[in-house]
């Protein structure tokens, strides 16, 4: 069984960056494939990010070309490096490989 902890969030300006971090404790950390997940004030949590145990990655449309999902298998970490930030990226960010969930770090991007 897999336990996420995220961290990193924070209050950053329009169009500055954050590095938001998941620690994974757990077996077979390698073979899973992680996630990152928001959800805003009154919306639906939405997937934002993924990768793969090869290392594949997909996007959301809303981050393309913003924000990299990379992971240190040697060190049981998935990141989102999240560039360009814009208000509409306010959120609680999740770090997650289904079925198990973080409890998430809130991320405020002032405009």
């Known amino acids: 069984q897999v336990q996420l902890v995220e961290s990193g969030g924070g209050l950053v300006q329009t169009g500055g960056s954050l590095r938001l971090s998941c620690a994974a404790s757990g077996s077979n950390f390698s073979i899973n494939a992680m996630g990152w997940y928001r959800q805003a004030p009154g919306k639906l949590r939405e997937a934002v990010a993924a990768i793969n145990s090869a290392g594949r990655t997909n996007y959301a449309d809303s981050v393309k070309g913003r924000f990299i999902i990379y992971r240190d298998n040697a060190k049981n970490m998935v990141y989102l490096q999240m560039n360009n930030l814009k208000p509409e990226d306010t959120a609680v960010y999740y770090c997650?490989?289904?079925?198990?969930w973080g409890k998430g770090t809130l991320v405020t991007v002032s405009s």
């Open positions: 997650a490989s289904p079925p198990t």
